[in-house]
């Protein structure tokens, strides 16, 4: 029956709610479950005080279109929860798939903003209730990491490589692989996760854990210590060999176990060697026993890689090991030990970055595990699913907070671009509407919600935001993940920075056109008529 | 291959960082992967600024090691990230599985402390090292959820029903599925999702959205008007019926398109009827009409259930709609009208919930889905994992903070109760050891860090707390899930209170015998010879 394979076995139609069976049910009751719907998911807030959002997880929402269909023991449990339903209704929902909806989209990585529908799902009432939960999942929670990633970025700068490390934190299983997924997406290099670098090609990355240095007890662990050069043409005893070279380094008090771990390891991994510098003393005998090794190897034609940082004040230790590189590197004429890569890793998070960055940091690698993939600044994106047309009416949801009201209708979105080929504002308009924004043509937008509040826009260029990705099958193709990252991190170059600002970011307008602010608020006042004094 | 069923296709040994394949490559090279390893998982710091944990992912832990066993697809995906490692390695990891580990834990569900080992893996170095990143992503949020929602639990006091209703918020769809299962654990009562329930036997519950409620335009919606009476005698239009009924409840000025929803509903579950009443106002038309469709289902003989509050003021809210019911049910003699269930969903923390105590609320159900499911408090719990001993030979982790030092070794813990049957602290002794608690006899217990702080104890009542759940296969059953959530609520009535209190706890003493005391300390000093002043 699986159309297509899925990352997850979840990932099925009973990712979903009870409540969106029983008002299927209602629905069905009703004869109401084959009326035309239109149901807009979008987020009313960006998340972590910030003013932008990545959109993230069209690619499983895809997958999940593909796949939507109940089986025979789906339908079993079902009945032993209502029991009082006909067993037509069982029928009904046996029956069902996504051959009758339609889902617009904007494009998967846009970098987007409240209010402007990240999907448009078009079909028959009861089928697209039914999806409500299940794409909420989906995507509430791919969107917030590829955002935090974003961010992480953004605070990093061009230079710092970012690897996600945040297997062992995450929210389960499934939170760790969407996790390492969508903050690639997000613009991170590599993840230390092994299964999303086989399920999504995704590089990964790793070297060792303090247990491993701990596991050493001295030079007698290594059994094997024969290496040969890089060349492949001499052979030595790489214990014996470190240790003469250590003579020269001369760092002779540093803990043993800990150099007899780094050569166990450099043993194994003579091309690639990093070491984890700090599980006794990062300046004393970490970064030490590092260099005695990576000596040791560049005697034999090897080239090291560097050392990474679990603890203590990030900035200073990595100034400081610099400054050992360097000067190691120059009392033995080699040029490169000043480039050693460092690696930091110890509950990094944005402000730590910013604090980082303010001290001269010397690091070229931040490996982040809890704060990115647990999202702690904000831990769950709002995104919500409402329905906003029935049959052809247009259907509001109305709320004494201005912010909670729908924009009912079915609408496009466009984005319109400056002189400078920056995005001005986006602009919701009526679909089948003619009041379009046009290239060169000036265009009246208006804030949802400020009467006075307009703006008149010459856009140089006008992109429409949706597409449409499925209509009964798949018709357009999410690009590959990689594809998907370079698309976010070239917006988060074009787009004016003040909106990307970590701190004190400017708001980015999202307008109505002129027709669909009347429309708007002519059902409002409609729908909610004047209060009766008595 | 596979040995049971896994909860989640995701939970393979690929479940990890590479960091654990690079360093079982190392082992390997070394020859030092069959080394006799003991590691412990253990946690430093209550979550959520509270002084107890409640330990989750026990059963996940168990399945996995039934299951913990390289693919061919995976090595071959292995041997493409690791290129240079000799082909002997794979070969090994292919021939791995848990036959030779040994797992003791405590008891899933246990009231747990900082320091104690959750769980204490015992086996082949590479193997045991392996297990790592898994058993962490298994066992974190697990606990971090059971104790949250044991945290609600206590928060909402014991006659208040809890659902979790976290679905669309949490971190993926396994981030869902944990949620559901450890929020049961942890002492809820049902969920809105389908799966968990079909997977797990959670109870499930639902009623509808906003969605439905606006779906509906007027009384022509509902094609099925016939509803019997609940003895199936009469017959009846239940528009109609209702309509008289809304005349005897003088309800005539409320919105006539919800009234329609509700009667839609209330002929899909007459037996059941729960109503969402926020969609246009609560007071003027929500609890109205639901009145009304409850006066007119009572006619039939039917006994409705109650409303559901999703915004406004939770308490005030409550308290103004059991007036009504009360004022209804008086008008037409019906006694358990002034019952109705009142359900309140809207963002719901704890700190809302402790507002909505000192608002004597008339909240019978609280639905909890995004501060529960995400754990916004504190979204993950910092469990590690360290190895304690290898080759019989004790290992410390040292560190300049003394809360990241470990305790050495392999240790038992004992709970030791008072007079009055609650536990007084736990101490750990080292395995083996003829210093341990017994009823009846003084025994010294340590602060592990603090050398004047001593505690002499006369248990009434010593309880081990680990016991051997695998010995190269599973050797002790996990309880089932309602079993252990049985056991959480028994020990949160037995636990002094005031190390539960959410606000100010006090911490619950966790110590070292005498013995394991000097043991840790002599250690420590040896690993950490004396600063040579020059």
């Excluded at 209704?89 to 529908?117: E, M, R």
């Excluded at 400054?323 to 080699?334: I, L, P, S």
């Excluded at 690091?363 to 809890?370: C, E, H, S, Y």
Aim: proline letters at 5%.
């Amino acid at each position: 029956m699986l159309k297509i394979k899925t990352t997850n076995s979840l990932v099925t139609p009973l990712l979903t709610d009870k409540y969106q069976l029983t008002m299927a049910y209602a629905y069905w009751k009703s004869e109401k479950q084959n009326q035309d719907a239109v149901f807009d998911l979008f987020f009313r807030k960006n998340p972590f005080k910030g003013e932008f959002t990545v959109f993230g997880g069209l690619d499983e929402v895809i997958k999940f279109l593909h796949n939507f269909k109940f089986q025979q023991d789906d339908i079993d449990y079902l009945k032993t929860t209502m029991p009082n339903c006909e067993q037509g209704f069982f029928d009904y929902l046996l029956s069902l798939d996504a051959s009758k909806v339609k889902l617009f989209a904007i494009d998967h990585g846009t970098i987007c903003f409240p209010k402007i529908p990240l999907v448009r799902v078009q079909g028959p009432l009861a089928v697209v209730q039914l999806l409500e939960t299940p794409l909420l999942n989906l995507i509430n929670y791919p969107s917030l990491m590829a955002t935090n990633a974003a961010r992480f970025k953004l605070a990093s700068g061009p230079k710092v490589t970012l690897l996600e490390f945040g297997c062992r934190r995450a929210q389960g299983p499934d939170g760790a692989i969407s996790a390492s997924k969508y903050s690639f997406v997000g613009g991170f290099d590599a993840t230390s996760h092994v299964e999303a670098g086989k399920l999504f090609g995704i590089p990964i990355q790793g070297t060792h854990a303090h247990s491993f240095v701990s596991s050493y007890m001295d030079f007698s662990d290594i059994k094997n210590p024969t290496l040969k050069d890089s060349k492949g043409e001499k052979e030595v005893n790489f214990v014996e060999f470190t240790l003469e070279a250590r003579k020269e380094t001369g760092y002779l008090n540093t803990n043993d176990s800990e150099l007899a771990a780094f050569i166990g390891y450099a043993l194994s991994f003579p091309d690639g060697f990093l070491a984890l510098v700090d599980t006794y003393d990062t300046l004393l005998s970490g970064v030490p026993n590092f260099l005695t090794v990576a000596y040791s190897l560049h005697k034999l034609g090897y080239k090291s890689v560097g050392i990474r940082l679990d603890s203590g004040d990030l900035a200073e230790l990595s100034k400081q090991s610099r400054k050992m590189f360097t000067e190691c590197g120059e009392k033995f004429g080699v040029d490169y030990f000043k480039d050693f890569r460092i690696v930091a890793s110890n509950d990094i998070n944005e402000p730590a970055i910013h604090k980082l960055n303010a001290n001269n940091h010397e690091i070229n690698v931040f490996g982040i595990g809890t704060h990115l993939v647990t999202c702690q600044a904000q831990p769950a994106l709002g995104c919500v699913f409402k329905l906003v047309e029935i049959d052809g009416v247009p259907r509001i949801k109305l709320s004494n907070e201005l912010i909670k009201i729908t924009i009912p209708g079915k609408k496009e979105a466009y984005r319109l671009f400056g002189k400078d080929n920056q995005p001005l504002l986006d602009v919701l308009v009526k679909t089948d509407s003619e009041q379009i924004p046009k290239v060169g043509e000036r265009f009246l937008c208006r804030d949802p919600a400020i009467e006075s509040k307009r703006m008149v826009v010459t856009p140089s260029k006008v992109v429409p935001l949706h597409s449409c990705y499925w209509d009964g099958k798949q018709v357009k193709d999410v690009p590959s993940l990689a594809e998907t990252r370079k698309f976010v991190l070239q917006q988060l170059e074009n787009i004016n920075p003040v909106h990307l600002d970590l701190l004190k970011p400017k708001q980015y307008p999202v307008t109505l056109s002129d027709e669909l602010y009347h429309f708007l608020h002519d059902l409002w006042l409609k729908e909610q008529p004047p209060i009766e004094l008595k």
